[in-house]
């Protein structure tokens, strides 16, 4: 047997329970198959590795905090949020942050940037060593679906905290002066607790205070915010999140620590969302590749919905759940689509040989003809011949000339 050394060391790493040394011995094998042309089940290797990655608990890498550096009661299910005194509205809601969820799927920056302040709650005596403590201030900004609110979640897991959110245009009240003793009493309940405090949809009150059109009660609102943040610091975490950054006034900036940008995800960050929402279903890597190329562009959101629909479309067609299956469940949700930002979509929604050729043909992609085939169900001869025949030169500059 070619790699009996290697699966030996496998199973030896997994009697004993060293998921590091597993990943590390599994990681061996797939550069042994890769070189041995055996790139199917190389490919096959790594999305289970994926896979082990994405439904690893969280609970074994949590951080561990000194009781120092957050202070406050322990918050329990059954404790009353504050309300609205004049509509009796909830001013909050509590989320208990499971443990054994999914890391979300970010960019290699992100993914370092997010770890890094978890990092931080860890290093407290090297912190405080060159006269600085962990980030209790995080300003999450970018585009709806992007996956700010799950990021979020995720932290307040990771830390092994309750996250208390807020609606920030929930607190806005007609009547005047509530708004601003609405946001004292969610603060003063914030600060009560050892927990996180999440205030979404910031914008709607962090507005530029010189804004023309703003009366001086939003003024006054904005600066019972700003006074609130200084002081939660002595208390515990705070996270805001908006879609709106550049509404935000600068002296709101100011008070948070760290500023986090989630954009749309890129090339790897796209196959391992992909990967992730299209299960059950195991799509092999040129699929990934394929629906990767298609979606550029978009958020984790509207990746999640357009797989959603592929599966939906699948489930019912009655093909099977291979990559053409996925291919032409995939054409099929995108033609139903009013528009498409990506040309690669576009092409795809009305004309999937002339998808092929746009394929074959960009060397970027870097996708053999039989992986277009295992792709697409195209024979690798069909593929060479629109290859050839450039059947998507005609749409592309349709395309371009719109």
Same mark, same amino acid.
């Given at each position: 047997?070619?790699?009996?050394?290697?699966?030996?060391?496998?199973?030896?790493?997994?009697?004993?329970?060293?998921?590091?040394?597993?990943?590390?011995?599994?990681?061996?094998?797939?550069?042994?198959?890769?070189?041995?042309?055996?790139?199917?089940?190389?490919?096959?290797?790594?999305?289970?590795?994926?896979?082990?990655?994405?439904?690893?608990?969280?609970?074994?890498?949590?951080?561990?905090?000194?009781?120092?550096?957050?202070?406050?009661?322990?918050?329990?299910?059954?404790?009353?949020?504050?309300?609205?005194?004049? /509509?009796? %509205? *909830?001013?909050?809601?509590?989320? =208990?942050?499971?443990? +054994?969820?999914? $890391?979300? &799927?970010?960019?290699?920056?992100?993914?370092?940037?997010?770890?890094?302040?978890?990092?931080?709650?860890?290093?407290?005596?090297?912190?405080?060593?060159?006269?600085?403590?962990?980030?209790?201030?995080?300003?999450?900004?970018?585009?709806?679906?992007?996956?700010?609110?799950?990021?979020?979640?995720?932290?307040?897991?990771?830390?092994?905290?309750?996250?208390?959110?807020?609606?920030?245009?929930?607190?806005?009240?007609?009547?005047?002066? /509530?708004? %601003? *003793?609405?946001?004292?009493?969610? =603060?003063?309940?914030? +600060?009560?607790? $050892?927990? &996180?405090?999440?205030?979404?949809?910031?914008?709607?009150?962090?507005?530029?205070?010189?804004?023309?059109?703003?009366?001086?009660?939003?003024?006054?609102?904005?600066?019972?915010?700003?006074?609130?943040?200084?002081?939660?610091?002595?208390?515990?975490?705070?996270?805001?999140?908006?879609?709106?950054?550049?509404?935000?006034?600068?002296?709101?900036?100011?008070?948070?620590?760290?500023?986090?940008?989630?954009?749309?995800?890129?090339?790897?960050?796209?196959e391992s969302l992909i990967a992730r929402f299209l299960q059950p279903i195991e799509a092999? $890597?040129?699929?990934?590749?394929?629906?990767?190329?298609?979606?550029?562009?978009?958020?984790?959101?509207?990746?999640?919905?357009?797989?959603?629909?592929?599966?939906?479309?699948?489930?019912?067609?009655?093909?099977s759940h291979d990559g053409p299956g996925l291919f032409h469940a995939l054409s099929s949700?995108?033609?139903?689509?009013?528009?498409?930002?990506?040309?690669?979509?576009?092409?795809?929604?009305?004309?999937?040989?002339?998808?092929?050729?746009?394929?074959?043909?960009?060397?970027?992609?870097?996708?053999?003809?039989?992986?277009?085939?295992?792709?697409?169900?195209?024979?690798?001869?069909?593929?060479?011949?629109?290859?050839?025949?450039?059947?998507?030169?005609?749409?592309?500059?349709?395309?371009?000339?719109?």
């Open positions: 047997m070619e790699h009996f050394a290697v699966i030996q060391s496998i199973v030896r790493a997994g009697l004993a329970g060293d998921r590091e040394a597993v990943d590390k011995q599994v990681l061996r094998l797939r550069e042994r198959l890769e070189k041995a042309g055996e790139t199917k089940e190389a490919a096959t290797l790594e999305r289970l590795r994926a896979a082990a990655r994405d439904t690893q608990e969280l609970a074994p890498s949590r951080v561990e905090m000194s009781r120092g550096q957050i202070s406050g009661e322990t918050l329990e299910q059954g404790i009353n949020p504050p309300i609205d005194r004049e /509509t009796g %509205a *909830r001013l909050c809601g509590i989320d =208990f942050p499971g443990r +054994n969820g999914r $890391a979300p &799927v970010y960019g290699a920056v992100v993914s370092e940037a997010v770890e890094g302040l978890l990092q931080e709650w860890t290093s407290e005596a090297a912190l405080q060593e060159v006269g600085v403590s962990p980030t209790r201030s995080l300003l999450i900004y970018g585009p709806p679906g992007s996956g700010k609110t799950i990021t979020a979640h995720y932290i307040a897991a990771r830390l092994g905290l309750p996250l208390v959110v807020a609606r920030i245009d929930g607190l806005i009240s007609s009547f005047l002066g /509530t708004t %601003a *003793r609405n946001i004292a009493n969610l =603060f003063d309940f914030a +600060n009560r607790y $050892a927990c &996180v405090l999440l205030l979404d949809e910031f914008d709607a009150l962090a507005k530029l205070r010189d804004d023309p059109q703003e009366i001086g009660e939003i003024k006054r609102v904005v600066n019972t915010l700003l006074q609130n943040l200084d002081q939660r610091r002595s208390f515990g975490i705070t996270i805001a999140i908006t879609n709106h950054d550049r509404l935000l006034d600068p002296a709101v900036w100011r008070r948070f620590e760290t500023h986090l940008q989630l954009g749309e995800p890129d090339e790897t960050a796209r092999p $890597a040129s699929t990934l590749r394929v629906f990767s190329y298609c979606l550029a562009g978009r958020t984790g959101a509207d990746i999640e919905r357009v797989c959603a629909a592929v599966k939906r479309t699948l489930a019912l067609s009655g093909e949700v995108l033609a139903r689509a009013p528009q498409h930002d990506h040309v690669a979509a576009r092409i795809l929604a009305v004309d999937q040989e002339a998808f092929v050729s746009l394929i074959a043909n960009d060397g970027a992609l870097s996708l053999k003809q039989t992986e277009i085939g295992e792709a697409t169900g195209y024979g690798q001869s069909r593929v060479s011949d629109l290859k050839k025949a450039k059947r998507h030169l005609p749409l592309l500059e349709a395309s371009h000339a719109q």
